[in-house]
């Protein structure tokens, strides 16, 4: 199989610090990795590389088996590469469907074309079709966001993403700031999202969240990756190691 995603060799520097050394990965089809490691390891400076917030220094991507280059956020969701930060950049004030299809509305022409509206109940009717595929129940739809938790929020992000057709969700500590539930049910639509053939890049520090769904684990130390490893194949412990630097499978063994 090949891989959706493979980024190799890549370097980025933010004056004297190298944030990301020579990191290279690969995602398959319907897979999720946990990228995990300690803070200021690089995690988000990999992800943004990809996600076309920032430019590599060296290094190269392939995409579909095609060499990439990413100059540009919209570059990124073009391809079908979609980002979910921490702050979701949903607008609060706008209702889910509004959410959903925000910058993107559905226009319908009335009276011959004089008069562009909205079209609120197709708009509607698709953001509930999104919404039971990926089995969020939302139980007013026309509720503004910021009536919503923080799980809901989260879920709301999600199906716009893959309202348009995400490829591959990368999710930087998703689970933060949400309560248990809510955070299981994150959990429950990134296996979702996985079952449907999306893989996800999960970033997170709560090893408990990475090994319940990661299918591999990718571990970065100042920068470098210092390990990959299945994740039956290793334990929450052994990975900790890795992050906080005690271990290292690029140092050649004495
Ligand atoms: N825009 C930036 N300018 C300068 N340094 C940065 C910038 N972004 C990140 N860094 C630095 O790069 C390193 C990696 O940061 P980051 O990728 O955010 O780590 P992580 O997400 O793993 O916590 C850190 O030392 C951080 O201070
Ligand atoms: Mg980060």
Redesign the pocket.
Known sequence: MEPLLSVQDIVKR??G?T??DHVSMDVFPGEVIGLV??????????IKIVSGVYQADEGQIYFDGRLVHIARPSDARDMGIETIYQDLALAGNLSVSANIFLGREVKRNYLGGLVRMLDEKRMLSESQRVLDQLEIRIPAMMQKIENLSGGQRQAVAIARAIFWNARLMIMDEPTNNLGVTEQRKVLDLIRRLRDQGVPVIL?SHTMHDVFAVSDRIVV?HR?RKVAEKRTTETDPEEIVQYMIGLRDDTRPTQ
Do not use: E, R
Request: aromatic content about 6%; hydrophobic content about 45%.
């Open positions: 933010f004056g610090l944030a990301v490691g300690d803070n200021g390891a690089g995690k988000s400076t990999l970033i970065l920068g």
